[in-house]
């Protein structure tokens, strides 16, 4: 499985951006897809996730202002940042998981200007 992370960029904040994540290879719509980020001097954390289900969910500092969503025929996630802020700069990496696996995409960036 390969995952390919596209849509980085600088904005100002308040702006917007939409990362995508391409899957190829042995790819279910089961699989758990997640977004990751990592800023200077911090460890990872978890931004978002869905299941193969549909079910979201957001880290509290991103809700309301972030969409994770999956298209199981593309095997495509993608993730729509709105209103961003400077806090959200980041590396983010995309990021699937299944019973006894896990994927990382590279990682794409995303800087916030205020």
């Known amino acids: 499985v390969q995952l390919q992370a596209s849509g980085g960029g600088s904005v100002q904040a308040g702006g917007s951006l939409n990362l995508s994540c391409a899957a190829s290879?042995?790819?279910?719509?089961?699989?758990?897809m997640a977004w990751y980020r990592q800023a200077p001097g911090k460890q990872r954390e978890l931004v978002a996730s869905?299941?193969?289900?549909?079910?979201?969910n957001y880290v509290e500092s991103v809700r309301g202002r972030f969409t994770i969503s999956r298209d199981n025929v593309k095997n495509t996630v993608n993730l729509q940042m709105n209103s961003l802020k400077p806090e959200d700069t980041a590396v983010y990496y995309c990021?699937?998981?299944?019973?006894?696996?896990?994927?990382w995409g590279q990682g794409t960036q995303v800087t916030v200007s205020s």
């Open positions: 990021y699937m998981r299944r019973p006894g696996y896990a994927y």
């Open positions: 290879g042995s790819i279910f719509g089961r699989d758990l």
């Open positions: 869905i299941s193969g289900a549909g079910t979201t």
